[in-house]
C-alpha cells in the first residue's frame, strides 16, 4: 500500500506540475488570485462548502476578474456586469463551450443534459428541440397546467402545512414535467428523484471529487482500496438514468398535458421520426427536471423563507392582491400587469436568495486577451451569481437587503439567476410564470409567519447560513405557520 500510495502521489505531482504551467505572452499577466502554491496551485483555498463566501470574499480582495488554478485547473470568476456582457455576450463564440467534467460527464455520464453537452452543432439541436416548448408565444398554453398545479399546491398546504418541503417537490416534481398521476406525496418517482438530483448537485461542486483535477483517478477500479468515490459514484450514475428513463417507461400513467407527452405524441405519428427521438425524449424529460424543477422548487421554498423575515413585504404584496383580485377568486396570469408589487417580490426572491449561487462554467476555446490580462484556452469561465446579483454598484448601496421596491426605481432585472450568454436557460421565462403564479396565490389565501420557541421568541432561519452547500441553493428544511387568511379564495 505504501508503494501504491508513493505512487499515485508521484503521477498527481508530474500531473499538477505538467499542466499547471500557463505560458503568459510577454506584456500581458494573469488575471489577481489568491496566492498559489507550488504544483496544487488553489486546491486547498477551494471550500467543499458554502463557496459563495468564498468567492464574494475574493471578488471584494481582487476585484472584477479573479483567477486561480488547482493541480492544472484554470478558473475564471467574473464579477463585474461589464466583462459579463463582454464576454459571454460579445466574445459569446469563443466563451460558450462546457468545461468537460470527469465526475460529472465520465463517472456520472451526465453528457446527455444539454447543460453539459460542448458548445456545437449536437447541442444546438437538442437546445432547439427543448427551446421550441418555451417560445414566448407558447407561455400561454402552459397557463392552464401551471393553475392546476398551483390549486393543488394551495390545498395540500391548506391540509397539512407542516410538510412544506414535500408539497413543493410533489407539485414542481414529475407532474409539471411528464404529467404522470403520482401516488402520494412519497411517490417513489419522487422520492428516487429527489435523491438523485441531491446527490448531483453536491458531486457538481468544484473540488467535490479530487478526480475532477487528476483525470487518472477515473480509472481507479470501484473494488480498490480507498475507491469508495468510485463506487459512490457508480451507484449515483444507475440512479441518474433511472431518473431519466422510468418516468417516460410510464407512459401509460400520463394523464395530462406535459412536455414529455407532447413529444411521445408527435413522435408516435411522425412517419419519419428522428433515429435518436427515444434519447431525445428521456434527454430532454431529464434537463427539464434536473435544470428547471429542482430550481423552480429551491426558489419557492427561497420565497418562504424571504416572507418570514420580511412579513413587511408579505403586508404589502397582501395590500395589493385586496385590491386587485375580487373576494372569493383566486389570482390568473391576466392579473399579473396589475400586481406590480407581486411582480418585484418574486423579482427579488431571484436576486436576494438566488438558487444558483455561481453558474455553470463555460469553458474558453482559445486563449484570450482582456485588457493587459491574458487568459489560457481551456480555462472554466464562471459567472459569480452571488456577487453579481448583490453587487452595490448594480442594486445599491442596500443590495444585501431584501426590498422589492429597487424594481420601482429601475434596478435590472436578476437574469444573471438564469445563466450567461448563448447558455441562458431556455426555460426562463416558464419558470418566472411558474414562481409568479404561485408566489401571488400563497400570498393571497396564506399568511407566513414563524413559530415560537418556549419563551415566546420567534424562531427564524438564519440568512447565508441554513442553506444546503451545494451547487443549488436550496434551505435547509425549517418550520413555520402557515395559517389561512380570512375571505381568501377557493383553493379546488
Not at 191 to 207: C, D, M, N, R
Not at 239 to 259: A, F, H, R, T
Not at 392 to 398: A, N, T, W
Request: hydrophobic share 40%.
Amino acid at each position: 500500500m505504501a508503494y501504491g500510495l508513493l505512487l499515485v502521489v508521484l503521477v498527481a505531482t508530474a500531473y499538477a506540475f505538467r499542466s499547471s504551467k500557463s505560458r503568459v505572452p510577454h506584456g500581458l499577466r494573469l488575471p489577481p488570485g489568491p496566492p498559489r502554491w507550488p504544483l496544487i496551485g488553489n486546491l486547498l483555498d477551494i471550500p467543499r462548502e458554502k463557496q459563495w463566501k468564498t468567492f464574494d470574499a475574493w471578488a471584494k480582495t481582487y476585484g472584477d476578474l479573479v483567477y486561480i488554478e488547482a493541480l492544472g485547473t484554470r478558473m475564471l470568476l467574473i464579477n463585474s456586469p461589464e466583462y459579463v456582457r463582454e464576454l459571454f455576450g460579445e466574445r459569446g463564440s469563443i466563451y460558450s463551450n462546457r468545461h468537460h467534467s470527469v465526475v460529472l460527464n465520465e463517472l456520472l455520464h451526465m453528457d446527455w443534459t444539454i447543460i453539459m453537452m460542448p458548445y456545437g452543432d449536437v447541442w444546438r439541436r437538442y437546445r432547439g428541440v427543448l427551446s421550441q416548448f418555451f417560445h414566448h408565444s407558447l407561455l400561454e398554453t402552459y397557463y392552464p397546467a401551471q393553475m392546476k398545479y398551483t390549486k393543488m399546491f394551495l390545498r395540500k398546504l391548506h391540509e397539512s402545512p407542516e410538510n412544506l418541503f414535500k408539497h413543493v417537490r410533489y407539485v414542481l416534481g414529475a407532474a409539471i414535467t411528464y404529467g404522470i398521476k403520482l401516488l402520494s406525496d412519497n411517490d417513489p418517482l419522487i422520492e428516487l428523484s429527489e435523491t438523485t438530483v441531491h446527490k448531483i448537485t453536491q458531486a457538481a461542486i468544484p473540488g467535490k471529487y479530487l478526480a475532477d483535477f487528476l483525470p487518472f483517478l477515473k480509472y481507479v477500479p470501484a473494488w480498490f482500496p480507498g475507491a469508495g468515490f468510485r463506487r459512490e459514484l457508480d451507484q449515483l450514475a444507475k440512479q441518474g438514468m433511472d431518473m431519466i428513463i422510468i418516468p417516460v417507461e410510464l407512459k401509460n400513467g400520463i394523464e395530462v398535458s406535459s412536455i414529455v407527452s407532447t413529444l411521445l405524441k408527435r413522435y408516435e405519428h411522425d412517419p419519419d421520426p428522428p433515429a435518436d427521438h427515444d434519447k431525445i425524449v428521456h434527454y430532454v424529460g431529464g434537463v427539464i427536471y434536473v435544470a428547471g424543477v429542482d430550481t423552480m422548487d429551491g426558489q419557492l421554498l427561497n420565497f418562504f423563507f424571504a416572507m418570514l423575515l420580511h412579513p413587511e413585504v408579505q403586508r404589502t404584496a397582501q395590500a395589493e392582491l385586496d385590491r386587485v383580485i375580487e373576494p372569493g377568486s383566486l389570482p390568473t396570469f391576466k392579473d399579473k400587469e396589475q400586481l406590480p408589487y407581486v411582480q418585484a417580490v418574486y423579482k427579488e426572491v431571484l436576486r436576494w436568495l438566488t438558487i444558483a449561487n455561481v453558474g455553470v462554467p463555460h469553458v474558453l476555446d482559445q486563449d484570450d486577451i482582456i485588457g493587459d490580462y491574458f487568459i489560457p484556452k481551456g480555462t472554466m469561465i464562471i459567472g459569480n451569481s452571488r456577487t453579481l446579483l448583490r453587487s452595490k454598484e448594480v442594486y445599491g448601496p442596500d443590495a444585501a437587503v431584501f426590498r422589492p421596491e429597487r424594481f420601482f426605481e429601475g434596478a435590472r432585472d436578476p437574469d444573471w439567476a438564469f445563466g450567461y450568454g448563448r447558455r441562458v436557460c431556455p426555460g426562463k421565462l416558464f419558470g418566472e410564470d411558474t414562481l409568479f403564479i404561485m408566489i401571488a396565490c400563497v400570498l393571497y389565501i396564506f399568511t407566513i409567519s414563524p413559530i415560537e420557541d418556549e419563551n415566546g421568541n420567534p424562531i427564524l432561519p438564519r440568512e447565508d447560513e441554513d442553506f444546503e452547500s451545494g451547487v443549488i441553493m436550496r434551505p435547509i428544511p425549517f418550520q413555520c405557520r402557515i395559517l389561512r387568511l380570512p375571505n381568501s379564495g377557493a383553493v379546488d
